[in-house]
């Protein structure tokens, strides 16, 4: 039987590929050192029951019915697997397979095509092992003819010239394939397979840095590269196939049980690890930074890591340079060591093509160990305080010795702390792949609605779809406003107890809005949260509804005060005059802007601390939200892969790397306030809507929910 995405519970796609074309001789000249052309030579003119292989490749054929062209295909590659493929090592086999006998492989899936290419090499060894079971769930080993992209090392596809569609489409349906490889297979670097019809064929590759396609290849007039590209293809070396060998799986009775990862240690050496828990994440996007994390053990100290693989673009700093900036300070993610010196997707690709695609780079960092992602929580104080620090852990890092701008704030992006965590670290924010640090040469970086999780940009970070270079810069402000709607996301799409609620129901349905691929319709969905129409007054009575009146107050003070920025922030960029920072006023305010919300949240905190016990429900097991399939990402959830029970997969929502070339970008810093700076004038919109709220005082001090701001104009920003 053929395990297909339906059947796996696959997500809608995401968005097409870009893909670049090759020059004629990258096919030629690829697998060059597999095979030399006296062995391609030596197995064509083995002669056979109608003559010479060379004879029956060469002679010209007639049209043919698909049937019998996928029959021809299938005897010749079966051959050269055959002869070229062989592994004296126990387990290593390849064999070619004909999918029309698999149950359910000519299915037709979401994207309209067939469930599995029609021939595939199946593979055992090291990286493969028999898929799953859709009835239990655990690998399937019935038998050997079981079949899945598992265990698939390549995959053809085979279509009569007179439908063959446009290259765009033969990507598409190639890609389809090559998606599914990729989720199956976690260690898997590239992935690479072939397109036929009766006169040619075409070498296909797929990277995370996008795919490459050959020019087509007469297979009658260059039996030489046939025979070495698709003995390349089904080669028995793992690493040829486009695998990381530094991860090997000890493989029993077909399945994966146990392996090891080695990697750079503390000291610079190389160390092996086992590898005590792999981290399922959502491996839909082929595109994007990948981000797979494993859970490994130090044989010597029995301490427990987690080691994290991603793919940066190459203009983006490493993740380790930044991580080397936080160690040590409490609620963000601490770094134990790296390796550099990894793969470029340049290195796997035709050298033509170079410019013409975003070049990746392979990074690999050693991280310590927390717990789940903050929608695992399991009570109300546990997911407030899990917050709060980690708000107080980003204050730290856009200090002004620091500088580091995160970008990316989301539900995966944070995690629970340790049981019994102090507080400080109770809450650890992670992955600084999108972070920038800000430099005396650039102090800042335009917004780029490209770069985060759509679900909780900012208003401002959305809006920068529409206006390209006339964004306005991305600060701390956004992320504070991030912060905000992942709070919300969790008082909407949660109970108090960690259950995720129905996303039919009113609170989900107001938080996936948010997740549009559109921007524009992202941006229109927040700002009625912000606002004073039916979706606000919903939400409110929800929130109180459900997580109770203390919560209510913390989440109806922290909308007003977001709302009050983003005017404040319209009133700054109107009166700009398009030289250096828009919003340098506010940002005099930094340190007492970190101090109102965090005083939002330690209020709530205590609060119900002093309450009685409806708001302290029981713990109970809780039920991650999938987000929605909104896009690449890539990346996987790495949020996940630092909990010391991560069993369950957790989806994440649109993850969008940006492709442009521009560099870091600040923040300042947020150390403890001391002489609190001038106060800023409200926008007179919000003037209006809170005078429409009746929440307007008479005097020049306004109070917004418990946070002071004053109607005290500093000089606008001219």
């Known amino acids: 039987m053929f395990q297909s995405r339906k059947q796996m519970g696959e997500s809608t796609p995401p968005l097409p590929l870009k893909f670049t074309r090759t020059s004629e001789a990258y096919a030629q000249e690829l697998y060059s050192e597999v095979l030399d052309n006296e062995e391609i030579d030596a197995f064509l003119d083995e002669p056979t029951a109608n003559g010479s292989r060379r004879k029956n490749w060469t002679a010209p054929h007639a049209p043919a019915p698909a049937e019998d062209l996928v029959r021809s295909l299938y005897k010749m590659l079966s051959s050269i697997v055959k002869r070229f493929a062989f592994s004296p090592k126990p387990g290593v086999q390849r064999k070619v397979v004909d999918t ?12 309209g095509y067939r469930n599995c290419p029609i021939l595939v090499v199946r593979a055992a060894g090291p990286s493969f092992q028999f ?10 080993m019935e038998r050997t003819e079981t079949l899945g992209f598992t265990n698939m090392a390549t995959y053809f596809s085979v279509k009569l ?44 590759h797929f990277d995370r840095a996008g795919a490459q396609i050959t020019p087509p290849i007469d297979i009658r007039q ?46 610079g050496e190389a160390r092996t690890f086992p590898i005590i828990g792999e981290i399922p994440t959502s491996r839909d996007s082929i595109h994007g930074r990948a981000t797979t994390c494993w859970r490994v053990r130090d044989p010597e100290s029995s301490e427990e890591l987690v080691i994290k693989d991603s793919w940066r673009p190459e203009h983006f700093p490493p993740e380790h340079e930044l991580l080397a900036l936080v160690k040590g300070i409490p609620g963000v993610v601490d770094m134990i060591s790296h390796e550099s010196g990894r793969w470029e997707t340049k290195d796997f690709r ?12 392979s ?17 109300v104080l546990q997911v407030l305080s899990a917050l709060r620090d980690a708000i107080a852990g980003h204050q730290q890092l856009v200090g002004d010795e620091i500088r580091i701008l995160h970008r990316d704030i989301s539900h995966n992006n944070i995690l629970l702390g340790r049981d019994g965590a102090p507080a400080g670290q109770r809450g650890i924010l992670i992955d600084l792949d999108m972070a920038f640090r800000s430099t005396d040469a650039q102090p800042w970086v335009i917004s780029d ?4 999780t759509r679900l909780f940009q900012s208003l401002c970070v959305l809006q920068s779809y529409a206006m390209a270079e006339k964004a306005a810069p991305r600060d701390y402000l956004d992320d504070l406003e991030s912060f905000f709607y992942l709070l919300a996301f969790i008082f909407l799409a949660h109970t108090p107890n960690g259950g995720r609620i129905p996303r039919e129901e009113e609170g989900p349905s107001i938080v996936w809005a948010w997740a549009d691929r559109d921007p524009d319709a992202a941006n229109t969905a927040k700002e009625a949260l912000l606002g004073l129409g039916p979706t606000a007054r919903l939400a409110m009575r929800l929130v109180e509804s459900t997580w109770g009146p203390h919560c209510a107050s913390l989440f109806d003070k922290y909308r007003n005060y977001v709302s009050d920025i983003y005017y404040q922030k319209l009133d700054f960029l109107s009166a700009a005059d398009g030289d250096g920072d828009p919003f340098k006023y506010l940002h005099l305010r930094r340190d007492e802007q970190y101090l109102d919300v965090l005083s939002m949240l330690d209020q709530a905190i205590s609060a119900i601390q002093a309450s009685p016990s409806p708001e302290l429900l029981p713990e109970a097991e809780s039920t991650p939200v999938a987000p929605p399939p909104c896009s690449d990402n890539k990346n996987g959830p790495i949020a996940r892969a630092f909990s010391s029970d991560a069993n369950e997969p957790l989806l994440k929502p649109a993850v969008i790397t940006s492709s442009s070339s521009e560099k870091v970008s600040p923040t300042p810093e947020i150390p403890t306030p001391c002489n609190p700076t001038p106060k800023l004038r409200r926008s007179a919109r919000l003037q209006h809507v809170h005078l429409t709220k009746r ?18 104009a500093l000089p606008t920003a001219h």
């Open 100 to 111: 029309r006998k698999f149950e359910g492989s000519d299915e037709v899936n979401a994207e």
């Open 350 to 361: 035709c050298t033509t093509t170079t410019g013409q695609y975003e070049n990746r780079v």
């Open 131 to 140: 898929p799953a079971s859709p009835e239990r769930g655990a690998p399937s």
């Open 161 to 204: 010239d007179g439908v063959v569609g446009s290259e765009d489409e033969i990507m598409d349906e190639m890609e389809n394939y090559a998606r599914q490889v990729f989720r199956d297979q976690p260690n898997r670097i590239y992935v690479r397979s072939m397109f036929f019809t009766e006169k040619h064929a075409r070498l296909v």
């Open 695 to 712: 929440e307007l005082s008479p005097t020049n001090v306004i109070p917004i929910q418990g946070a002071l701001l004053s109607t005290t």
């Open 222 to 267: 260059d039996p030489h590269t046939f025979v070495r590209l698709v003995a390349g293809l089904s080669s028995p070396d793992e690493r040829l196939l486009g695998f990381d060998d530094s991860i090997q799986w000890n493989i029993v009775n077909g399945m994966k049980l146990g392996g090891s990862l080695t990697t750079t240690d503390s000291n």
């Open 363 to 379: 990074s690999r960092v050693a991280l310590k160990p927390y717990g789940k992602p903050l929608v695992f929580f399991t009570t």
């Open 449 to 452: 609605a490209n770069i985060g």
